[in-house]
């Protein structure tokens, strides 16, 4: 594969707690080094999918660089729908998820040197309700705990932690799940279902050992209930997980619906209270750099 050389770099100012600065300088530096074409774009909230599409279609990037967490990485996803342009992560997010389960470093010139690599992975998503997913989206506990997250002061995992008690507290737990696949349909009860398209939250938890981004199917997850010891199995990468706590079903498509309005979150973002989703998987629709 020839070296890209017109790059266009989105960076996300306000993600997670990174010094962003530092790091749009090592870019350019690495940049200039190669001999390559940089365009830099900073995430301001307003109007961005659209802009960023108009700087892919003018400068014809041939890669592009995220400096962000999974929200910001997903909004890229989003503005390369169409077209094959490869992706390179500098995660700098509050919990990274997508950078986790690729095996991306932290370390942000190790991420540039992969970022600007040659070895590309393509990478399934899932669509639900019309967005991109690209490794977890649930409904329950957990998106209520981004939805606290969001509305607190405190960025990184510490702001996650923070939010954590409250959370239990005020949830309304145990929800009413009817889920549909190919193989018909159940009914459950939990605290939480996830559409899982990878093997770990971006906490590190490892909720679904059977995940492969690039297999062709994303797994539902239905946790039945909270248990402190089962939920520290979870950051045991080789633990079993009891049946009991979670049940997982493997599928091309799904359709879920809720008794009542549940919280709702895709890949960190809380999307707001739902009762009824649908979800389907686009084989290879990403390629990222690895």
């Known amino acids: 594969m020839e070296q890209p050389s017109n790059i266009l770099f989105v960076v996300n100012p306000i993600s997670g707690d990174t010094n962003k600065e530092e790091i749009v300088q090592k870019v350019k530096s690495q940049i200039a080094q190669r001999n390559l074409e940089l365009r830099t774009y900073h995430t301001t909230g307003d109007h961005d999918l659209e802009k960023i599409t108009e700087l892919l279609n003018s400068f014809k990037a041939h890669r592009v660089l995220v400096a962000g967490g999974d929200g910001t990485i997903k909004l890229l996803a989003e503005t390369l729908r169409d077209q094959d342009t490869p992706l390179g992560i500098l995660p700098t997010g509050s919990a990274n998820g997508l950078a986790y389960n690729l095996g991306i470093s932290e370390e942000i010139d190790k991420a540039i040197d992969t970022a600007l690599g040659n070895r590309l992975r393509e990478i399934d998503v899932i669509c639900v309700n019309n967005d991109l997913c690209l490794h977890m989206s649930d409904l329950g506990l957990n998106a209520e705990l981004v939805?606290?997250?969001?509305?607190?002061?405190?960025?990184?995992?510490?702001?996650?932690?923070?939010?954590?008690?409250?959370?239990?507290?005020q949830s309304d737990m145990p929800f009413s799940f009817e889920i549909t696949t190919d193989e018909g349909t159940i009914h459950r009860e939990g605290i939480l279902l996830a559409l899982a398209n990878a093997e770990h939250y971006g906490t590190g938890a490892r909720v679904n050992p059977e995940g492969k981004m690039d297999d062709g199917k994303f797994e539902v997850l239905v946790f039945k209930k909270f248990n402190v010891i089962d939920i520290a199995q979870t950051l045991r990468q080789e633990a079993e997980l009891d049946s009991d706590f979670m049940e997982f079903i493997a599928t091309t498509q799904v359709k879920v619906r809720c008794k009542q309005t549940v919280p709702f979150q895709v890949d960190g973002e809380y999307y707001g209270e739902i009762d009824e989703l649908k979800a389907h998987i686009l084989p290879s629709h990403l390629q990222v750099a690895v």
Request: aromatic residues 8%.
């Open 147 to 169: 939805k606290n997250y969001e509305s607190g002061q405190l960025r990184g995992k510490i702001g996650y932690a923070l939010q954590s008690i409250p959370t239990l507290i």
